[in-house]
Nanobody, 123 residues
Framework: QVQLVESGGGLVQAGGSLRLSCAAS????????MGWFRQAPGKEREFVAV????????YYAPSMKDRFTISRDNAKNTVYLQMNGLKPEDTAVYYC????????????????WGQGTQVTVSS
């Protein structure tokens, strides 16, 4: 089992920045690729970014590639999502997830999920 706890969400004005954190406990953190997803009201959960086990490889949803940065610190068992240039359409609950198979952009590919953290961007 891997337990994931997100933090860092909140209310921010358009153009602002937030840094989300996801702290992991349980199994060895460095054995899992880590992803960030988000879900807006009335919409399906969508992929944001994924990072490899070592952190050497990352992949982003095209619409977020230039504004968001995923990173991880395996010594701290934590994955981060730096979000810059936030827009009202970025408003959603943001989730981190762990994948023992190497990571992907598919919701169904992940084994463990956090409870989510709310990000609200005002115009």
């Amino acid at each position: 089992q891997v337990q994931l706890v997100e933090s860092g969400g909140g209310l921010v004005q358009a153009g602002g920045s937030l840094r989300l954190s996801c702290a992991a406990s349980g199994r060895t953190f460095s054995n899992y690729a880590m992803g960030w997803f988000r879900q807006a009201p009335g919409k399906e959960r969508e992929f944001v970014a994924v990072i490899s086990l070592s952190g050497s490889s990352t992949y982003y949803a095209p619409s977020m590639k230039d504004r968001f940065t995923i990173s991880r610190d395996n010594a701290k068992n934590t994955v981060y999502l730096q979000m810059n240039g936030l827009k009202p359409e970025d408003t959603a609950v943001y989730y981190c997830a762990a994948d023992r198979e190497g990571g992907s952009s598919y919701v169904d590919g992940y084994d463990y999920w956090g409870q989510g953290t709310q990000v609200t961007v005002s115009s």
